[in-house]
C-alpha cells in the first residue's frame, strides 16, 4: 500500500455515494470514496492517503486512496467543515478550552456546558451535537465495517437504515445478519462477516437468515413460490455446511412461523409469507369473479360481428368468436391463451372494440411488462397502453386503477407479486382480460400465475390453436409450434422469413467416441470458432441498415432492428463475449469510451438497464432545451436505450429510451450495476420483446440450456426474419428435449 501527503487543491468531481476526484497542489491527482462529509469541505485541507496508484482514461495517472485523514486536528475540522453555522473563531474557542477527549466527554454526558462559549446558543448547541453524533457513528461504522470489505457505499446505505440506532456496532457486532436487510448485502457477505467476529455458527440468527436466504434465493432462481421442508433442509445443510441438524433447522423454521416471516402452506411445504399472502390473494381475487351478475353488451351479436369483420378485413374463426361471445355475455374476467401465430393480437383487438361499445375509448388500457411488447399491443389494438411498472407507479397514492377495462399482454412474464399487484387496484366492476402463451418461458420471479390459471380453471379460458400466415413460405409460428411439442420441424428450406444455417463438427458422435477429451475441447472450440465468424458475418451485413436508421434518429427502430439471442453469458457464443463481438462492428472505436471491469461503453452503444432503480432524468423535450429541470424516473430491468452522450466533466453517461421519452443520467461508477451493452441478450431478457430480424447460435456447449421452451422463446421473438447458425445435431436434440418441469406454487398448495 502507497502513502502520500498533500493539501487538496480542488475537487473535481464528486457523486452522490461518495465517490469522488480532486487534485492535490502539487497537480497529483486523486480518487476514492469518502463519506464523513463533503469531500468541497477538504478544499485547502491537508491529507494524509493510503492506496495505489492507478491510470484513468481522461484524468491520467492518480492515486487511488482507501483511507484518507486531515492533518490539523479533526475537531476543528469537524466544527469547522462538517457541523453547519459554526465559524472559525467559535471552533477556535472550543478548541482552545477543550481537548478532543474532554469534548467528547461533554457533547455526549453534559453538552449544556457549551452554552458558556460566546457564540453557541441552544440552536447552535443542537446543531453541534447532532452532527457530532451523526459524524461519530458513521466514522465508527465506517472503521469496523472496512476491515470486512464492506464498501463506503455500502456503509453509506447501512447508516442512512440503522443510523438512529444505539451503539449501532455493537448491535452488528451480536446480529451481523441485520445488514441483509440493505441491498448490496446479502446471506453470503453478513455470514463473511458473523464468521470473522467469531459468532457462534449455530447461531440462531444464522441460521433464521439462513432460511430467508434459501427461501428467497429457490423462489427467484427456479421461480418457486413454495418449497418442501425436506427440500429446504437439504438447501440449508449445503449452506450452512451442515449434516444432520433437523431439530435445528425446525427450532428456527418454527420461529420463522411464529413471527409472520414464512407461513406454513401444507402439512410440510413452505412459502415466504409475502408471497404467500400474494398467490392466496389472487386465488381469492378469481373466486371473488366467479358468481357476478353479467349483462349482455350486444343484443344482435351476429349482426354486430358480422359488420365488425367487414371493417377488421378478415373473418374470426370459431375459438376467436367464443372469446368475443364470453365478454358480449358480461363475462367480467378472461383468460385468451394461446401460442405463436394464432391470433391473440387479431382476437384482442376484437373484444376491445367490442368493450368500446359499452365504455369509453380512454377507459379503456392494455398493459405489459417490457415497453416493447406494450407498444406493440398498442400498434396491434389501436388501444393505449402503458408497461405494468409505470402504471402502478402512477396509481402508487391511488387505491384502484380508474379503467373499467384492463387487457394483461404477455401474461405469462408476469411473476406472482407483480400479478398481485395488478389485480389488487382492479375494482370488482371492471373486466380484466389476460392475454398469454404458456409455451414460453415462465415469468422471471417466483411463481406460474398463467399456468395455475388454466391448471385450475380459475376463470373462463378461451385456447387459440389454429396458426395463421400469409403463405406457405412463412414458417416461423410453425417452426416454433413444432418445437413447442417436441417434434422436429421442416427447417432445411429456405423460407421467407426463416433460416438454418449448418456450421456443425463432421461426424460428432464418432469423434466424440475415438478422440481424447481435450482432442475434442479443441475440436468443439474450433467449431465455436467458425459459428463465431458466421454469425459476424451476418451481423455486418445489417450495419447499413442500423446506421441508417442512427443517421435519421430513428432509435426505435435501430434498437428492434437485429438481435442476437443466446442461452448463456459466457464462452465464445454466450452474451457477453458477443456483446464485445458485435459492439466492434455496429460501434467501433472512436475515443470517447468508459470502462468497467467486465465492458466498455462507447458514444452511440445500444444498451440494456438490468436492475430496477430511481434515477435522475430529464423528459426528451427538457433534453433537448438545455433544461436544468430533472425527475425522479424508476427505470426498469430490460429497458432497451441508447448512449447520446459521455459527460467527462461531470462523469455521468446519458441514455436514451425512446420507448419512455427520457434521458437517463448514469454515474460512471454505476455503470457496472445497472448497465449492460445489448447488442447480444440471453432468451431470458428477450422474454416479451420483439425483434425485425434474430439470430440464434446453436451449439452442444449451451445444451445443458437446450430445450423446447427456451428454443421456441427464441424463436418467436422474431418478426420478419429468424436465422438460427451451429451444429445441426445441437438444434435437433433441442426440438426434442421437452421442458416439462412445473413450479412449485402456492397456488397449487391451495388446491391440493
Same mark, same amino acid.
Given at each position: 500500500?502507497?502513502?502520500?501527503?498533500?493539501?487538496?487543491?480542488?475537487?473535481?468531481?464528486?457523486?452522490?455515494?461518495?465517490?469522488?476526484?480532486?487534485?492535490? +497542489?502539487?497537480?497529483? @491527482?486523486?480518487?476514492?470514496?469518502?463519506?464523513?462529509?463533503?469531500?468541497?469541505?477538504?478544499?485547502?485541507?491537508?491529507?494524509?492517503?493510503?492506496?495505489?496508484?492507478?491510470?484513468?482514461?481522461?484524468?491520467?495517472?492518480?492515486?487511488?486512496?482507501?483511507?484518507?485523514?486531515?492533518?490539523?486536528?479533526?475537531?476543528?475540522?469537524?466544527?469547522?467543515?462538517?457541523?453547519?453555522?459554526?465559524?472559525?473563531?467559535?471552533?477556535?474557542?472550543?478548541?482552545?478550552?477543550?481537548?478532543?477527549?474532554?469534548?467528547?466527554?461533554?457533547?455526549?454526558?453534559?453538552?449544556?456546558?457549551?452554552?458558556?462559549?460566546?457564540?453557541?446558543?441552544?440552536?447552535?448547541?443542537? *446543531?453541534?451535537?447532532?452532527?457530532?453524533?451523526? &459524524?461519530?457513528?458513521?466514522?465508527?461504522?465506517?472503521?469496523?465495517?472496512?476491515?470486512?470489505?464492506?464498501?463506503?457505499?455500502?456503509?453509506?446505505?447501512?447508516?442512512?437504515?440503522?443510523?438512529?440506532?444505539?451503539?449501532?456496532?455493537?448491535?452488528?457486532?451480536? /446480529?451481523?445478519?441485520?445488514?441483509?436487510?440493505?441491498?448490496?448485502?446479502?446471506?453470503?457477505?453478513?455470514?463473511?462477516?458473523?464468521?470473522?467476529?467469531?459468532?457462534?455458527?449455530?447461531?440462531?440468527?444464522?441460521?433464521?437468515?439462513?432460511?430467508?436466504?434459501?427461501? /428467497?434465493?429457490?423462489?427467484?432462481?427456479?421461480?418457486?413460490?413454495?418449497?418442501?421442508?425436506?427440500?429446504?433442509?437439504?438447501?440449508?445443510?449445503?449452506?450452512?455446511?451442515?449434516?444432520?441438524? /433437523?431439530?435445528?433447522?425446525?427450532?428456527?423454521?418454527?420461529?420463522?412461523?411464529?413471527?409472520?416471516?414464512?407461513?406454513?402452506?401444507?402439512?410440510?411445504?413452505?412459502?415466504?409469507?409475502?408471497?404467500?399472502?400474494?398467490?392466496?390473494?389472487?386465488?381469492?381475487?378469481?373466486?371473488?369473479?366467479?358468481?357476478?351478475?353479467?349483462?349482455?353488451?350486444?343484443?344482435?351479436?351476429?349482426?354486430?360481428?358480422?359488420?365488425?369483420?367487414?371493417?377488421?378485413?378478415?373473418?374470426?374463426?370459431?375459438?376467436?368468436?367464443?372469446?368475443?361471445?364470453?365478454?358480449?355475455?358480461?363475462?367480467?374476467?378472461?383468460?385468451?391463451?394461446?401460442?405463436?401465430?394464432?391470433?391473440?393480437?387479431?382476437?384482442?383487438?376484437? =373484444?376491445?372494440?367490442?368493450?368500446?361499445?359499452?365504455?369509453?375509448?380512454?377507459?379503456?388500457?392494455?398493459?405489459?411488462?417490457?415497453?416493447?411488447?406494450?407498444?406493440?399491443?398498442?400498434? *396491434? *389494438?389501436?388501444?393505449?397502453?402503458?408497461?405494468?411498472?409505470? =402504471?402502478?407507479?402512477?396509481?402508487?397514492?391511488?387505491?384502484? &386503477?380508474?379503467?373499467?377495462?384492463?387487457?394483461?399482454?404477455?401474461?405469462?412474464?408476469?411473476?406472482?407479486?407483480?400479478?398481485? %399487484?395488478?389485480?389488487?387496484?382492479?375494482?370488482?366492476?371492471?373486466?380484466?382480460?389476460?392475454?398469454?402463451?404458456?409455451?414460453?418461458?415462465?415469468?422471471?420471479?417466483?411463481?406460474?400465475?398463467?399456468?395455475?390459471?388454466?391448471?385450475?380453471?380459475?376463470?373462463?379460458?378461451?385456447?387459440?390453436?389454429?396458426?395463421?400466415?400469409?403463405?406457405?413460405?412463412?414458417?416461423?409460428?410453425?417452426?416454433?409450434?413444432?418445437?413447442?411439442?417436441?417434434?422436429?420441424?421442416?427447417?432445411?428450406?429456405?423460407?421467407?422469413?426463416?433460416?438454418?444455417?449448418?456450421?456443425?463438427?463432421?461426424?460428432?458422435?464418432?469423434?466424440?467416441?475415438?478422440?481424447?477429451?481435450?482432442?475434442?475441447?479443441?475440436?468443439?472450440?474450433? /467449431?465455436?470458432?467458425?459459428?463465431?465468424?458466421?454469425?459476424?458475418?451476418?451481423?455486418? @451485413?445489417?450495419?447499413?441498415?442500423?446506421?441508417?436508421?442512427?443517421?435519421?434518429?430513428?432509435?426505435?427502430?435501430?434498437?428492434?432492428?437485429?438481435?442476437?439471442?443466446?442461452?448463456?453469458?459466457?464462452?465464445? #457464443?454466450?452474451?457477453?463475449?458477443?456483446?464485445?463481438?458485435? %459492439?466492434?462492428?455496429?460501434?467501433?472505436?472512436?475515443?470517447?469510451?468508459?470502462?468497467?471491469?467486465?465492458?466498455?461503453?462507447?458514444?452511440?452503444?445500444?444498451?440494456?438497464?438490468? @436492475?430496477?432503480?430511481?434515477?435522475?432524468?430529464?423528459?426528451?423535450?427538457?433534453?433537448?432545451?438545455?433544461?436544468?429541470?430533472?425527475?425522479?424516473?424508476?427505470?426498469?430491468?430490460?429497458?432497451?436505450?441508447?448512449?447520446?452522450?459521455?459527460?467527462?466533466?461531470?462523469?455521468?453517461?446519458?441514455?436514451?429510451?425512446?420507448?419512455?421519452?427520457?434521458?437517463?443520467?448514469?454515474?460512471? +461508477?454505476?455503470?457496472?450495476?445497472?448497465?449492460?451493452?445489448?447488442?447480444?441478450?440471453?432468451?431470458?431478457?428477450?422474454?416479451?420483446?420483439?425483434?425485425?430480424?434474430?439470430?440464434?447460435?446453436? *451449439?452442444?456447449?449451451?445444451?445443458?440450456?437446450?430445450?423446447?421452451? #427456451?428454443?421456441?422463446?427464441?424463436?418467436?421473438?422474431?418478426?420478419?426474419?429468424?436465422?438460427?447458425?451451429?451444429?445441426?445435431?445441437?438444434?435437433?436434440?433441442?426440438?426434442?428435449?421437452?421442458?416439462?418441469?412445473?413450479?412449485?406454487?402456492?397456488?397449487?398448495?391451495?388446491?391440493?
Amino acid at each position: 500500500m502507497d502513502k502520500l501527503t498533500g493539501i487538496i487543491k480542488k475537487v473535481l468531481f464528486s457523486s452522490s455515494n461518495g465517490y469522488c476526484i480532486a487534485v492535490l +497542489d502539487n497537480g497529483e @491527482k486523486i480518487c476514492g470514496t469518502y463519506i464523513e462529509s463533503d469531500i468541497k469541505k477538504l478544499e485547502g485541507e491537508e491529507v494524509s492517503l493510503t492506496g495505489r496508484w492507478t491510470k484513468h482514461k481522461k484524468y491520467g495517472e492518480q492515486f487511488s486512496f482507501e483511507t484518507i485523514k486531515m492533518m490539523e486536528e479533526q475537531l476543528y475540522f469537524f466544527l469547522t467543515k462538517v457541523v453547519k453555522g459554526v465559524g472559525k473563531s467559535v471552533a477556535k474557542a472550543i478548541v482552545e478550552k477543550y481537548d478532543e477527549e474532554k469534548f467528547v466527554d461533554i457533547i455526549e454526558n453534559n453538552p449544556n456546558k457549551l452554552l458558556k462559549i460566546k457564540g453557541i446558543k441552544e440552536k447552535k448547541l443542537k *446543531t453541534i451535537r447532532d452532527s457530532w453524533i451523526k &459524524f461519530r457513528h458513521l466514522k465508527e461504522l465506517g472503521l469496523y465495517l472496512s476491515k470486512y470489505n464492506v464498501t463506503a457505499n455500502l456503509i453509506i446505505k447501512i447508516f442512512e437504515k440503522f443510523g438512529s440506532q444505539e451503539n449501532l456496532v455493537k448491535k452488528i457486532e451480536e /446480529n451481523p445478519y441485520m445488514l441483509t436487510k440493505i441491498d448490496g448485502i446479502g446471506f453470503i457477505k453478513a455470514d463473511e462477516i458473523a464468521i470473522n467476529i467469531g459468532l457462534n455458527r449455530k447461531s440462531t440468527f444464522r441460521v433464521q437468515s439462513a432460511i430467508s436466504f434459501v427461501l /428467497n434465493e429457490y423462489c427467484n432462481s427456479n421461480g418457486n413460490s413454495s418449497i418442501s421442508k425436506k427440500k429446504l433442509f437439504g438447501l440449508l445443510d449445503d449452506t450452512l455446511k451442515f449434516t444432520d441438524e /433437523n431439530e435445528l433447522y425446525t427450532l428456527a423454521l418454527n420461529s420463522g412461523v411464529l413471527s409472520g416471516e414464512i407461513k406454513k402452506t401444507t402439512q410440510d411445504r413452505y412459502a415466504i409469507s409475502m408471497i404467500y399472502f400474494a398467490e392466496k390473494k389472487i386465488v381469492e381475487f378469481f373466486k371473488s369473479r366467479q358468481n357476478q351478475n353479467n349483462e349482455t353488451i350486444i343484443s344482435d351479436f351476429d349482426r354486430y360481428l358480422e359488420k365488425k369483420e367487414k371493417e377488421f378485413g378478415f373473418v374470426l374463426s370459431d375459438e376467436q368468436k367464443e372469446a368475443v361471445k364470453l365478454i358480449n355475455s358480461g363475462q367480467k374476467t378472461l383468460a385468451l391463451v394461446g401460442y405463436a401465430g394464432t391470433g391473440k393480437s387479431t382476437s384482442s383487438r376484437a =373484444l376491445l372494440e367490442l368493450l368500446n361499445e359499452l365504455y369509453e375509448y380512454e377507459s379503456i388500457r392494455c398493459i405489459a411488462l417490457s415497453g416493447i411488447a406494450s407498444q406493440r399491443i398498442a400498434d *396491434t *389494438t389501436g388501444y393505449n397502453s402503458s408497461t405494468i411498472q409505470s =402504471l402502478l407507479l402512477s396509481y402508487e397514492e391511488k387505491e384502484y &386503477f380508474d379503467f373499467k377495462v384492463i387487457l394483461l399482454d404477455e401474461s405469462s412474464m408476469v411473476n406472482s407479486m407483480m400479478f398481485y %399487484q395488478i389485480v389488487s387496484k382492479i375494482k370488482h366492476d371492471t373486466v380484466f382480460i389476460i392475454v398469454g402463451d404458456d409455451g414460453q418461458l415462465p415469468a422471471i420471479g417466483a411463481g406460474d400465475v398463467l399456468a395455475d390459471i388454466i391448471k385450475f380453471n380459475l376463470t373462463p379460458i378461451c385456447k387459440l390453436t389454429k396458426i395463421y400466415r400469409q403463405n406457405e413460405n412463412q414458417a416461423i409460428a410453425t417452426i416454433a409450434n413444432d418445437i413447442r411439442v417436441g417434434q422436429l420441424p421442416t427447417y432445411d428450406k429456405k423460407f421467407d422469413d426463416f433460416r438454418y444455417k449448418n456450421v456443425s463438427i463432421e461426424n460428432f458422435y464418432s469423434q466424440k467416441a475415438t478422440l481424447s477429451e481435450m482432442e475434442f475441447s479443441i475440436l468443439r472450440d474450433e /467449431n465455436s470458432s467458425k459459428i463465431l465468424s458466421s454469425i459476424l458475418s451476418y451481423a455486418t @451485413k445489417q450495419k447499413p441498415k442500423l446506421d441508417e436508421y442512427l443517421k435519421n434518429k430513428n432509435i426505435k427502430e435501430f434498437l428492434t432492428y437485429f438481435q442476437l439471442i443466446t442461452p448463456m453469458k459466457g464462452g465464445t #457464443l454466450g452474451a457477453n463475449n458477443l456483446n464485445n463481438q458485435l %459492439q466492434n462492428i455496429f460501434n467501433p472505436p472512436r475515443g470517447q469510451a468508459v470502462s468497467t471491469m467486465s465492458q466498455e461503453f462507447r458514444l452511440g452503444d445500444k444498451v440494456i438497464h438490468i @436492475k430496477n432503480e430511481n434515477m435522475q432524468a430529464k423528459s426528451m423535450a427538457n433534453y433537448k432545451d438545455g433544461s436544468e429541470e430533472f425527475m425522479q424516473k424508476r427505470v426498469f430491468n430490460g429497458q432497451l436505450g441508447l448512449i447520446i452522450k459521455l459527460d467527462f466533466d461531470q462523469s455521468q453517461c446519458l441514455v436514451l429510451y425512446p420507448n419512455d421519452d427520457m434521458v437517463v443520467y448514469y454515474e460512471f +461508477d454505476e455503470l457496472k450495476t445497472l448497465l449492460s451493452l445489448s447488442y447480444s441478450l440471453t432468451i431470458h431478457k428477450t422474454q416479451g420483446m420483439e425483434y425485425k430480424k434474430v439470430v440464434i447460435p446453436m *451449439t452442444f456447449s449451451h445444451f445443458i440450456m437446450h430445450n423446447t421452451k #427456451l428454443l421456441y422463446t427464441a424463436i418467436t421473438r422474431a418478426k420478419k426474419m429468424c436465422v438460427i447458425i451451429g451444429e445441426e445435431q445441437a438444434f435437433r436434440a433441442a426440438c426434442k428435449r421437452i421442458e416439462d418441469t412445473r413450479r412449485q406454487t402456492v397456488i397449487q398448495d391451495i388446491f391440493a
